[in-house]
């Protein structure tokens, strides 16, 4: 049920370790995916045109893409599974398990996407035109369906469609949002290489004169026109995901709301700059690093806030009506209210050392169910939620979590087990800081149970 | 693990799957570690040829990373799939040291970079290629000794208890030493083999071939003498083992068997390596060494899943996992890896007869 055990990242929590190296990877990985498509269609430009400066560009752009992408993209890539693994390894068992052909499909197109990234930029004047465009569209095209793949098991997590009903994995793979998803991830995909264009032709302003600048960064504007279908995209894709996750993205839990204008009017703002700044070569002679760096910032930004929706409108779920955020199985979830979530998590033991009775009990609930998103102190913590609330607030919060805040799961686990929790919780008020004898009322003989099977499990199999 | 996924496909088909292409990860890897290192070494050397054969060396080293990471994804991908409990406890025993992986691949793979460009540029002094390369080495030593723990921690259930608030007792076993040694003077031995390929790859592209042929023999050299002190070492590894290991390894179970003939290859590698030492212009003793020294990896793979399901056999059988075949997947997978492989076969023939660039 939670078979493995538990890490935090003091203060800043696991959710926030696993957000940093994702939007970087994403960033990254969306710009690489972009790039093959603009490196092949712009050679395909340059060669038609005898544009000697475009070639020379999409040249620097190459080498870029394997500085970028290669090191960074792949490796923090890498760091997501990692991340993952570790804060929540419920869930990337679940969907390792269950795409594991489809995670080998991706690794297929990933192999052929760094040969053919390598060889396009070594073969740069010593292979025919025609052999050299063969080989940019096997990254393009390589590229592209990795992105393909990833974007199906991403989507699933949200929109898992028929797959409860029917367990057949393609129709897990191809649910209701991979097409919105991916369409969107595509106009993403060619903005990032419309702004990296900017980026790399204006800091080699040694290389390229103002008006090979201008008709470079002009091209480049190009790749991110599509951005004007976004908001056609996003009405798509909020039509075919649950009703409880648009209502959190549309103003049912407000941070969400405030991420998801914030992306969105990020992303109409680059789309204008595309158009009036970069688009016309009148104005795109102006632009310099500093302007492109900005644009690239405000682009990251707009990506960061999109991931953090999507990741977010899935609670309090992190597999929609499968998997809670906490990695307890939604079919579990009456097995473990009838036999207590501390007997099915073999290394969550109670603390004895440094607290008593229902206290350790409950401190080693929270653990369970409440840590990986709260720390006690620091982002998104526990004391500064609760800190003015008394015993009676917080139990009735415990018996109406999933209520009371729609991106909560429900508590889980027996009476006793959700009574300790509570009582370790006022322990964290200011109530109970103030009180260092124990709330007025609590039922001690109830914890023994789980206290002994918690500690007795660990050295037991939980295969 | 009955409330996840059932495995996808037989446990078996995943195991082989894992590998071969562990025995590929393992190729590449190798070269990464011992290069950089080869490398700084060469560059203390007076005098060009040094330098030169540095700079070959450190050319490689980032298409070499590269795959490393490729295929060692496609490596933790399969352990996942069959060893969840025993891979993730690992991971997060270790910790922030497990997520601490990421920033040192990055940072050695950057290096990398650096350090190919600052041996190409002749108006740089040698020192700070030697500090990049030292940098590298320490990095990537450092991402073998986690890897290495984290392998024994997924396989040793019954130390979870203390490891849970003392992870870095890993180290404290008897074997950390003679397991790291044995990763790094094997990829002294592969990497000395890399080198005799660069050498004839390059020769054949128009490069000088008298510097090529000291290159070639510098690589011979090198794989040989690893490969005799990885005799050593191995012995001494072995007699570390416990002796439920060693019944293990000499069961006479298909695994145990290759990694018998592995042993085998290994010690008919050394003697073939000198007959090529011998004779250093002729590519049949490197074509037949190369083939020893995979099968001798082909073994050591093989050795190194005998222990890991011995160490974990107590309450984990793999062939009797339960699992429920995804036939179209697989089969897509399957065609999917055959075009690839085939793409890839066409690329690598394109680049194949380039000349060698002008520099």
Redesign the interface.
């Known amino acids: 049920?939670l078979?493995?055990?538990?890490?935090n990242?003091p203060l800043a929590g696991g959710a926030m370790?696993i957000a940093a190296?994702s939007i970087f990877h994403v960033v990254i990985a969306h710009f690489a995916v972009g790039a093959g498509l603009f490196n092949v269609l712009s050679e395909h430009r340059a060669r038609r045109l005898g544009d000697a400066q475009l070639l020379r560009f999409i040249r620097d752009n190459s080498i870029f893409l394997i500085?970028l992408s290669?090191?960074?993209g792949?490796?923090?890539?890498?760091?997501i599974?990692?991340?993952i693994?570790?804060v929540a390894?419920?869930a990337?068992?679940?969907v390792?398990?269950?795409f594991?052909?489809?995670?080998?499909?991706e690794?297929?197109?990933?192999?052929?996407e760094?040969?053919?990234g390598?060889?396009y930029y070594?073969?740069w004047d010593?292979?025919s035109p025609r052999?050299h465009l063969a080989?940019g569209w096997?990254y393009a095209v390589s590229a592209f369906m990795s992105l393909v793949i990833i974007n199906g098991i991403l989507s699933f997590m949200l929109t898992p469609g028929l797959w409860p009903t029917t367990l057949n994995?393609?129709q897990a793979w191809l649910n209701p949002s991979f097409w919105p998803s991916l369409f969107m991830r595509t106009v993403s995909c060619l903005a990032l290489a419309g702004i990296f264009t900017a980026i790399i032709a204006t800091a080699r302003r040694k290389v390229y004169d103002a008006t090979a600048r201008a008709s470079i960064v002009s091209w480049g504007g190009r790749f991110l026109l599509p951005l004007a279908l976004m908001p056609l995209l996003a009405v798509w894709y909020f039509r075919v995901i649950p009703v409880a996750s648009r209502s959190l993205a549309l103003g049912g839990a407000i941070a969400m709301t405030m991420f998801f204008l914030f992306g969105v009017i990020l992303s109409f703002l680059v789309s204008v700059y595309a158009y009036f700044g970069m688009f016309r070569r009148s104005t795109a002679r102006e632009i310099n690093l500093e302007t492109a760096l900005l644009i690239a910032a405000i682009a990251f930004l707009a990506t960061a806030s999109m991931e953090f929706v999507r990741e977010g409108i899935r609670k309090p779920y992190v597999i929609m009506n499968t998997m809670y955020s906490h990695g307890i199985?939604v079919?579990?979830a009456e097995k473990l209210n009838r036999e207590g979530v501390l007997a099915h998590a073999p290394?969550i033991v109670p603390d004895t050392v440094h607290y008593a009775g229902p206290v350790a009990i409950g401190e080693a609930v929270y653990r369970t169910q409440c840590l990986r998103c709260h720390e006690i102190e620091g982002y998104n913590a526990m004391v500064p939620l609760i800190r003015e609330w008394n015993m009676p607030l917080i139990e009735s919060a415990l018996n109406d979590l999933h209520l009371l805040k729609a991106f909560m799961p429900p508590f889980i686990g027996t009476p006793e087990e959700k009574n300790a929790l509570a009582i370790y919780l006022w322990t964290l008020t200011a109530e109970g800081q103030a009180w260092p004898e124990g709330p007025p009322v609590f039922d001690r003989d109830s914890t023994s149970t789980a206290d002994s099977t918690a500690a007795a499990a660990?050295?037991g199999?939980?295969? | 693990?009955e409330?996840?996924?059932?495995?996808?496909?037989h446990p078996l088909l995943?195991s082989h799957?894992l590998g071969l292409v562990f025995l590929i990860h393992v190729v590449f890897m190798n070269y990464v570690v011992a290069a950089p290192l080869l490398a700084m070494i060469y560059l203390r050397a007076k005098g060009e040829a040094g330098r030169l054969f540095a700079r070959w060396l450190t050319a490689a080293v980032?298409?070499a990373f590269?795959?490393t990471?490729?295929f060692?994804?496609?490596s933790?991908?399969?352990v996942?799939?069959l060893y969840?409990?025993r891979?993730?406890?690992a991971?997060?025993?270790l910790?922030?040291a497990?997520?601490g992986?990421?920033g040192m691949?990055?940072v050695a793979?950057?290096f990398a970079?650096i350090m190919q460009k600052w041996i190409a540029n002749p108006q740089r002094s040698i020192a700070w290629s030697r500090l990049a390369g030292a940098i590298i080495t320490v990095l990537v030593v450092g991402i073998a000794a986690l890897m290495m723990s984290n392998y024994f921690i997924a396989t040793e259930k019954?130390q979870?208890?203390q490891l849970?608030s003392q992870p870095w007792l890993v180290v404290k076993n008897l074997t950390f030493v003679p397991r790291l040694l044995h990763i790094l003077i094997g990829s002294l031995a592969v990497t000395g083999l890399w080198m005799v390929w660069i050498s004839w790859w390059r020769q054949r592209r128009g490069g000088p071939v008298a510097e090529l042929q000291a290159f070639r023999r510098q690589g011979l050299q090198i794989a040989t003498g690893a490969t005799g002190l990885q005799i050593v070492v191995g012995v001494w590894f072995l007699l570390w083992l416990p002796s439920a290991a060693w019944d293990a390894l000499f069961s006479g179970t298909f695994p145990s068997m290759v990694w018998i003939g592995g042993v085998a290859c290994g010690l008919l590698l050394l003697g073939v390596l000198l007959a090529a030492l011998a004779n250093p212009d002729k590519i049949i003793w490197q074509r037949i060494a190369t083939g020893f020294l995979f099968a001798t990896l082909i073994g050591m793979v093989a050795g190194r899943d005998v222990i890991r399901r011995l160490a974990i056999g107590d309450?984990?059988h793999l062939a009797s996992l339960p699992y429920r075949f995804?036939a179209?997947?697989?089969l897509?997978?399957a065609l999917?890896?055959v075009v690839?492989l085939v793409?890839?076969l066409v690329?690598?023939r394109?680049?194949w007869r380039?000349?060698e660039?002008k520099e």
Request: proline share 8%; charged share 5%.
């Open positions: 049920m078979p493995y055990p538990q890490w990242m370790v190296i500085y290669f090191v960074a792949a490796i923090s890539g890498v760091g599974w990692f991340s693994g570790v390894p419920e990337t068992t679940f390792i398990r269950l594991v052909w489809f995670w080998a499909i690794w297929v197109f990933f192999l052929l760094l040969a053919s390598y060889i070594f073969t010593r292979l052999a080989v096997v994995v393609w199985l079919k579990d290394w660990l050295t199999g939980t295969e | 693990m409330s996840f996924p059932p495995i996808p496909a995943i799957l980032p298409v590269t795959f990471i490729n060692g994804v496609a933790l991908l399969f996942q799939v969840p409990e891979f993730y406890t991971n997060i025993l910790g922030a497990w997520l992986i990421v691949l990055m793979f950057y970079y019954s979870w208890p849970v309450d984990f995804q179209e997947p697989f897509t997978f999917l890896l690839g793409t890839l690329l690598l394109l680049i380039l000349p660039k």
